[in-house]
Structures are given as structure tokens and as C-alpha cells.
């Protein structure tokens, strides 16, 4: 129970962190390399890096409370579900009927691969 629960906050974070660069880079395109330094010198880049590293963090505690065939894929498909979720409400991304589909098949993938691992987890 204790790796889902890394794993569920690695997710958060890498996801919000992830979010928080994407809502940065709204609007520019960063083709010059004084663009690059103006974006990555950002104060809220640069917590969204920190958040970023703050998950990785995490994950190395999820994978020391769980074993890695499990704590993988759970925390990959976590972190796909709040990334869907992100998109749909933050970035307003579409999800068709084929994406809905493959979102489908991937968890249902993870869940059927996990199923082995969740004895030890």
C-alpha cells in the first residue's frame, strides 16, 4: 500500500510540474538561444524543475518500499491518467473516441501486467 501511495504522489508532482512548463511555453517559440535562457531562468520554470526533481525523489522511495515490476508500471499509469485529466481541463486537449480507446487498451495493459506484482507491493 505505501508504494501506490509514492507512487500516486510521484504522479502528482511530475504531472504538475510538467503542467506548470507547458503553461510557460503557452505562446512562445523558442528558437534563439537567448529565448532558451530567458525561459529556463523563469522563476516559475525553475520551481517547476524543482517540482519535477521533487517526484524523481519520490519514485526512488516508492521503488524502495516496492518491487520495480510493480512500482513501474503503477506509477506509469498514475501518472498517464493525471496527464489526460491535465490536458482535458487545464490545456483543454480533445479526447476523441480513438483516443478514449487507446487510453483504454494502455491502463487496462498496466493493470493486466501489475496484477502479478500487486502480491508483493
Known amino acids: 500500500m ?21 503553461w510557460k511555453l503557452k505562446g512562445r517559440v523558442l528558437n534563439e538561444l537567448g ?11 525553475i520551481g517547476a524543475f524543482v517540482i519535477i526533481f521533487l517526484s524523481a525523489l519520490v519514485m526512488f522511495k516508492a521503488l524502495s518500499v516496492g518491487h520495480f515490476t510493480f512500482v513501474i508500471p503503477v506509477s506509469a499509469g498514475i501518472n498517464f491518467i493525471l496527464t489526460i485529466i491535465a490536458g482535458y481541463f487545464i490545456f483543454k486537449d480533445q479526447i476523441n473516441l480513438v483516443s478514449f480507446a487507446g487510453f483504454t487498451l494502455i491502463i ?3 493493470i493486466i501486467l501489475s496484477l502479478n506484482s500487486t502480491q508483493h507491493a
Open 2 to 22: 505505501k508504494a501506490v501511495i509514492f507512487c500516486f504522489f510521484y504522479a502528482v508532482l511530475n504531472v504538475s510540474g510538467a503542467a506548470l512548463i507547458k
Open 108 to 110: 487496462s495493459g498496466i
Open 35 to 45: 529565448d532558451w535562457i530567458k525561459f529556463l531562468l523563469d522563476i516559475q520554470v
